[in-house]
């Protein structure tokens, strides 16, 4: 039985050491730190890769030296939700530069695609800042669609003394505003001059370090 056999087994009469082997420190690395700084490398190396991927596709302007970078197109002015004297002045002399008095001007703005609606309230802002300001035979200034939404407004820009351009800032139609110009231009339109609108008043102010009262 069971209980017998370490008695009747000649295997545990004796123990015998069949070799000495020295004894020796094993380590056993801790990979968890190493993966952990690879891993942030890893993160740290696509997060750049992603920012630069992001600005390569962000096409949307914040000043007017963005617009003319862009566009090639002189940038008339800005225009926000208030008015500032030191970007007024810019406007009403850069409208007084390039248009003639009397002349009937589109206002086209990039982002009124499906009708003039767009337009029409960067219509109404243009003319709120530069109301009284260039002389008595005012400007016409008419409100439009972008002329693909509209067989029409192809006819009408060929019968305009020129086209200003309204970019919204910090929105990305980069895209829509070169394709309106590539259209102009087609079109032999002559096109005047960019108008950057909506923009961030703090942070256009703060861009140029102009610390100026507004006027609602």
């Known amino acids: 039985s069971m209980e017998n056999y370490g ?5 545990f009469d004796s123990i015998k050491n069949l070799s000495i082997t020295k004894a020796s420190l094993v380590t056993y690395s801790n990979k968890t730190i190493t993966a952990a700084i690879f891993g942030a490398i890893i993160a740290l190396v696509a997060s750049v890769l992603l920012l630069l991927l992001w600005d390569a596709v962000d096409d949307a302007v914040y000043v ?3 617009c003319e970078k ?4 002189p940038v008339l002015g800005v225009l926000f939700d208030e008015k500032v004297d030191f970007f ?3 406007l009403i002399a850069a409208i007084e530069k390039i248009t003639a008095p009397s002349a009937e001007i589109a206002v086209i703005s990039v982002d009124s695609i499906k009708d003039d609606v767009v337009s029409k309230e960067d219509t109404r802002l243009l003319l709120d800042n530069i109301e009284g300001a260039l002389g008595e035979n005012d400007r016409k200034f008419i409100p439009m669609a972008v002329p693909g939404s509209d067989l029409d407004n192809y006819r009408k820009i060929s019968t ?7 970019v919204p800032y910090g929105k990305r139609k980069g ?4 394709h309106v110009i590539g259209q102009l231009t087609k079109h032999e339109c002559p096109i005047l001059g960019i108008i950057l609108v909506r923009a ?3 942070f ?3 861009y140029y370090g102009i610390k100026e009262k507004v006027h609602g």
């Open 7 to 11: 008695r009747i087994n000649e295997a």
């Open 64 to 66: 007017p030296e963005d």
């Open 70 to 73: 862009r566009y090639r197109l």
């Open 88 to 90: 007024r002045n810019e």
């Open 160 to 166: 305009c003394d020129g086209v200003i351009l309204c």
């Open 175 to 178: 895209a829509m505003a070169e």
């Open 200 to 202: 961030d008043k703090k």
């Open 204 to 206: 256009v102010a703060s």
